[in-house]
T-cell receptor, first 112, second 115 residues
Framework: LAKTTQPISMDSYEGQEVNITCSHNNIATNDYITWYQQFPSQGPRFIIQGYKTKVTNEVASLFIPADRKSSTLSLPRVSLSDTAVYYCLVGDSVSGNTPLVFGKGTRLSVIA | DVKVTQSSRYLVKRTGEKVFLECVQDMDHENMFWYRQDPGLGLRLIYFSYDVKMKEKGDIPEGYSVSREKKERFSLILESASTNQTSMYLC??????????????FGDGTRLSIL
C-alpha cells in the first residue's frame, strides 16, 4: 500500500483558502487518491477522489501533479465549521481486497 | 442515502466481560469494516469482511473477533474486555467493484469504556 505523509495540524482564519498537501511517493499506477473529513464525535466522511490533474466538487478541489507523487486538497474560503481532521488515502480497491490505510490525518483549526 | 447504524453511542463494560458491538448498513454493501480510533493514532483497522461469513484481519486484530452471518450486519466481539480496549469504535461499509476507491460510509461510532 502506498504510504502517505501529511502535516499533523494546520491553522487558518475564516475566509481564507486552505491547502493541505499529501505526499505519496510510491503511488502505484492503479491507485486513486481519496480524501475524507472527520468532525469530532462522528465517523469520517468522503470528500473527494481523483486520479490525475484536477477534480472539483461542491466541497473542495483536488490537485494532482503529473508525477502523482503528491496531491493537494484545497478548501475555498473556510469557515469555522470546516474545523476537522482531514485524511488522505491512496490505493485501489479494485485490484485485490486490500482496504486503504487512514493514518493520523491533518487537524485543521479555523479561527474567527 | 447510505445509513450505517451502530447499536450504541456509549457503552461501559467491566474487565473480563464479553462485549458485542453491532453494526448494520442498509445499502446492500458487500464490504464492511471495523476500526478503532485513539487520540494521536488515527483510525486503525481491526477486521474487515468482503462477504457473508468471510473475514480478514486488519492491522490490530488481537483481542477481537468478528461475525458476519447476514450481509447487512457486522459484529465486533471483544472476547474478554481489557482496559486497553477502551476506545472509539467505528464501523464502515462500502460497495464492491467499480473503479478507484469506493467511498466508505461510516457510522457515528461507539465510545467504549472498559473499567
Amino acid at each position: 500500500l502506498a504510504k502517505t505523509t501529511q502535516p499533523i495540524s494546520m491553522d487558518s482564519y475564516e475566509g481564507q483558502e486552505v491547502n493541505i498537501t499529501c505526499s505519496h511517493n510510491n503511488i502505484a499506477t492503479n491507485d486513486y487518491i481519496t480524501w475524507y473529513q472527520q468532525f469530532p464525535s462522528q465517523g469520517p466522511r468522503f470528500i473527494i477522489q481523483g486520479y490525475k490533474t484536477k477534480v472539483t466538487n461542491e466541497v473542495a478541489s483536488l490537485f494532482i501533479p503529473a508525477d502523482r507523487k503528491s496531491s493537494t486538497l484545497s478548501l475555498p474560503r473556510v469557515s469555522l465549521s470546516d474545523t476537522a481532521v482531514y485524511y488522505c488515502l491512496v490505493g485501489d480497491s479494485v485490484s485485490g481486497n486490500t482496504p486503504l490505510v487512514f493514518g493520523k490525518g491533518t487537524r485543521l483549526s479555523v479561527i474567527a | 442515502d447510505v445509513k450505517v447504524t451502530q447499536s450504541s453511542r456509549y457503552l461501559v463494560k467491566r474487565t473480563g466481560e464479553k462485549v458485542f458491538l453491532e453494526c448494520v448498513q442498509d445499502m446492500d454493501h458487500e464490504n464492511m469494516f471495523w476500526y478503532r480510533q485513539d487520540p494521536g493514532l488515527g483510525l486503525r483497522l481491526i477486521y474487515f469482511s468482503y462477504d457473508v461469513k468471510m473475514k480478514e484481519k486488519g492491522d490490530i486484530p488481537e483481542g477481537y473477533s468478528v461475525s458476519r452471518e447476514k450481509k447487512e450486519r457486522f459484529s465486533l466481539i471483544l472476547e474478554s474486555a481489557s482496559t486497553n480496549q477502551t476506545s472509539m469504535y467505528l464501523c464502515a461499509s462500502t460497495i464492491s467493484g467499480g473503479q478507484g476507491n469506493q467511498p466508505q460510509h461510516f457510522g457515528d461510532g461507539t465510545r467504549l469504556s472498559i473499567l
